[in-house]
């Protein structure tokens, strides 16, 4: 059984390679088989033909035949719900290991009729989504998939299928676009602060130094400070000379370093530590920068930066 489901797959995969998309649904590409509806339709009108032949009753035959013609129009209206169709991929949000990925899904209607009761599902499984979509319009539709590791998660295929209007068949296609969501690492839990060797004991850049930029305050002199730096107003009221402080525009700016994580971490451990410390500085509105194996990202604040650095740690 399972060889022959094998089969079964590849042939699919023959049927639908995978394509950036937009694709359009062709006559040759729709299959369709009738429902368990569609199945005991056909046996009672089996039985009424069979009734209608034992008794030579000519009304009996005209129903019977009537209700097949009904079947067979119901037939062709599924079948023709969704030749021309065009599906295209719109795109997918970045999310984390673990959480649920979303695909978005666009259905275009090129046709002046409109396209009813279409689904929209991973292959074998239940649909996810329902649209109705008018004549000359389209419709977006989500289709969720769970994540299980960081990096890029290919849209798997898909079927797009109807049973409108009467659930006597069971019409559909399948799917692949050229569609991935990016999975960012997992983030570790709180309570590990960062930590920068040479920066400060929470990992932030000094705060205050002797410097060209703005004023901050004094501090008492000690052996090697310049002498430019001294305050020499304050000389008259104080014998003890003092020194000027000015703050640069460094003073919140956090490195998030891949070197200062403990030796006995894994790449997978030290991933998501710096992950959970790029939301937390995020949150925090400080700037941070990004240092890894190969690579490094400068300081900056806001959500394209905060996606940056999330990327270099899902693709790292």
Known sequence: MSRL??????????????????????????YIVPTRYGYGYG??????????????????FALTFLLAGIGLLAMHYT?????????????????FAGDTAQFSIRLDNPSRSPRHALTIA??????????????????????ALASTKR????????????????????????VELDLACLIYPKPAAEGTAPQTSGHGDDGRWATQRPGPDEFSGLRSYQAGDALRSIHWKSLARNPQPL??????????????????????WGPEQRLAQLCRWVLDADAAQRQYGLRLPGGSVSPALGAQHRHTCLAALALH
């Open 5 to 30: 489901r094998r089969r079964f797959q590849n042939w699919i995969a023959t049927r639908t390679p995978r394509v950036p998309g937009p694709w359009t649904i062709g006559r040759r590409r729709v």
């Open 122 to 143: 991973w292959q074998d499984q239940a649909p996810l989504a329902y649209a109705d979509v008018s004549a000359d319009s389209s419709a977006t539709l989500s289709l």
């Open 151 to 174: 990096g890029w998660l290919p849209a798997p295929r898909f079927a797009v299928a109807t049973e409108f209007p009467l659930g006597l068949f069971h019409a559909w296609t399948w």
């Open 243 to 264: 020194v000027k402080l000015f703050s640069d525009n460094q003073a919140d700016e956090l490195w998030l370093d891949w070197q200062t994580l403990p030796a006995s």
């Open 43 to 60: 046996l009672l009108l089996f039985v009424m033909l069979l009734g209608a032949m034992n008794y030579s009753n000519s009304m009996a």
């Open 79 to 95: 079948h023709g719900n969704l030749v021309n169709l065009s599906i295209a991929a719109q795109g997918s949000e970045p999310a």
